[in-house]
């Protein structure tokens, strides 16, 4: 049974950073994509980034680019994402997937996934 945890959320203030981590109970090689998507309050859960197996290829929402950077290490069985220059509108929680999809962009692309890490970027 594949289990995802994330961690590194909490409150920061606008124009702050915050680096979340998801550790794998298995080996990540075995996931081609693990991206990372949020939902705030009230809204529908949205992608944020995705990474593919080797590294190499990523998608990120436009709302972040610029802002946010996927990475993923196989050998810690890990993915993580940093964030900076945080905006309110960041606010939400985050979650981990993983998945055979490549760099999928989409919910059903994703059947692992975490149980969510809150951030809040006050202003």
């Known amino acids: 049974q594949v289990q995802l945890v994330e961690s590194g959320g909490g409150l920061v203030q606008a124009g702050g950073s915050l680096r979340l981590s998801c550790a794998a109970s298995v080996s990540t090689v075995s996931m081609n994509s693990m991206g990372w998507f949020r939902q705030a309050p009230g809204k529908e859960r949205e992608f944020v980034a995705a990474?593919?197996?080797?590294?190499?290829?990523?998608s990120i929402a436009d709302s972040v680019k610029g802002r946010f950077t996927i990475s993923r290490d196989n050998a810690q069985n890990a993915l993580y994402l940093q964030m900076n220059s945080l905006k309110p509108e960041d606010t939400a929680v985050y979650y981990c997937?993983?998945?055979?999809?490549?760099?999928?962009?989409?919910?059903?692309?994703?059947?692992?996934w975490g149980q969510g890490t809150q951030v809040t970027v006050s202003s």
């Open positions: 997937a993983g998945g055979a999809r490549l760099l999928a962009t989409r919910q059903s692309g994703y059947p692992y």
């Open positions: 990474v593919a197996r080797s590294g190499g290829s990523i």
